[in-house]
C-alpha cells in the first residue's frame, strides 16, 4: 500500500491544546500551537490576524488622543489582568519585521506592562500616518472613557488634519451635527475651565453654560464660585441667564452679580491659601467646601484607618 493511501504514513498533523479559560485572550491563542517553534513560525504576523506580540516591540501612539490617565484605575486594571488575561486585543500596525505602532488599547498596553506581561495578544491592520490617526482617535472616542475636553480635542484634529467636515464627523464618530459642535464650543474656554472640565471639578453641563458668557474673567470667576460653593447647573445657568459677567464688557468688575443674587462667596485664592495650611498641618489633602449661606463643610481625605487614627490625634491631642 502506498504512503498516499496509507493514513499511519501521512505527516502527523501538530496536536492542538485545548485550555486557557480563565487566562484571557492571549492564552487562547498560545494553546493554539503545541511548541513555541510553530509559534515563531508565525512571527512576523500577517496582517488583519491576531497574535501574541512582546510588549517591548510596541511602541506609543503619536496620536494618542487621550492626555491623562488614572493611575488608580491602571492599577485595578493591571490586576484584573494578572488574573483574567487580555480580553480584548490591542490594535496595531507593523512597522518592521519586530516592530509595531499601537493604534488603540493604551490602557491595556500600560496595564499589561504593570501586570508585569512580556506577550500581548494584538490585532495586526495596515495604515497610512493619516488612517492611523483617524482610526486611533475615532476608536478611542467609541471606546475609551475620554473627558470632554479629550472628546473635543479629538474631533478638532479630525476636522483639521483628516480635512473632515463636520457632517462627514459626525457620520464618522456615531454623532449628530449639534453634538460635535458642543464639543468643539469647549475650546473657546480659557484654559483654566478647561482644566476643571478635564479634571472633572465642573461637568458638561456646567462648561455649556459658561460659553453663555461672552467675558473670559467672567467665566473664569463663575468657574471658581461654581467650584468654591458647588453650585447646580441649573443654579449657573440661572446666573448666565439674568446677565452674570455683563457688567465687566461695560467697564464694571467682570464678577458682578445680579441684584438679586445675595449668595456669599468666599474668594478662591483665601479658600485655596486654607487648604494649603490644613494639609500641611495634617499631611493630608483637605477641601474646604463653603455653602450657599456662610455654611459648609471641611474633607479630609486618609488613606487608611490608621491614617485616620493619626489624623484625629492631630485634630485632638490627648
Do not use: W
Not at 153 to 164: G, I, K, M
Not at 256 to 284: M, Q
Amino acid at each position: 500500500m502506498s504512503d498516499e493511501l496509507n493514513p499511519s504514513a501521512a505527516t502527523p498533523l501538530p496536536k492542538r491544546k485545548i485550555g486557557g479559560l480563565g487566562r484571557g485572550l492571549s492564552a487562547l491563542i498560545e494553546g493554539s500551537y503545541e511548541t513555541k517553534g510553530e509559534r515563531e513560525r508565525l512571527v512576523p504576523h500577517p496582517v488583519n490576524s491576531v497574535g501574541l506580540i512582546p510588549v517591548g516591540q510596541i511602541e506609543a501612539n503619536p496620536y494618542q488622543p487621550r492626555t491623562h490617565f488614572d493611575q488608580e484605575a491602571l492599577a485595578e486594571l493591571a490586576d484584573s489582568i494578572k488574573v483574567q488575561g487580555i480580553i480584548q486585543p490591542v490594535t496595531v500596525r507593523q512597522m518592521g519585521p519586530q516592530a509595531y505602532q499601537l493604534i488603540s488599547g493604551e490602557r491595556r498596553l500600560q496595564a499589561s506592562k504593570l501586570a508585569g506581561l512580556d506577550t500581548i495578544p494584538a490585532y495586526i491592520r495596515k495604515a497610512d500616518d493619516q488612517q492611523m490617526l483617524e482610526m486611533a482617535l475615532i476608536e478611542n472616542i467609541q471606546r475609551e472613557n475620554l473627558n470632554a475636553i479629550e472628546i473635543a480635542l479629538s474631533y478638532q484634529r479630525l476636522l483639521s488634519e483628516c480635512n473632515l467636515r463636520q457632517e462627514e464627523l459626525g457620520e464618522r464618530v456615531g454623532k449628530n451635527r449639534s453634538t460635535v459642535t458642543n464639543y468643539l464650543r469647549l475650546l473657546k474656554l480659557p484654559p483654566d475651565v478647561q482644566i476643571g472640565l478635564r479634571d472633572a471639578e465642573i461637568s458638561m453641563g456646567h462648561a455649556r453654560a459658561l460659553i453663555g458668557i461672552d467675558d473670559a474673567k467672567a467665566q473664569v470667576e463663575l468657574f471658581q464660585r461654581i467650584v468654591a460653593e458647588e453650585l447646580s447647573v441649573r443654579r449657573v445657568e440661572e446666573l448666565v441667564r439674568t446677565g452674570y459677567g455683563r457688567a465687566s464688557q461695560g467697564g464694571g468688575s467682570a464678577a458682578a452679580k445680579p441684584a438679586h443674587d445675595t449668595t456669599p462667596a468666599v474668594p478662591a485664592p483665601e479658600l485655596r491659601r486654607a487648604e494649603r495650611g490644613l494639609a500641611e498641618l495634617l499631611g493630608s489633602r483637605v477641601q474646604l467646601r463653603p455653602g450657599p449661606k456662610g455654611n459648609g463643610e471641611i474633607k479630609i481625605a486618609f488613606d487608611s484607618v490608621e491614617d485616620m487614627l493619626r489624623i484625629l490625634h492631630i485634630l485632638q491631642p490627648s
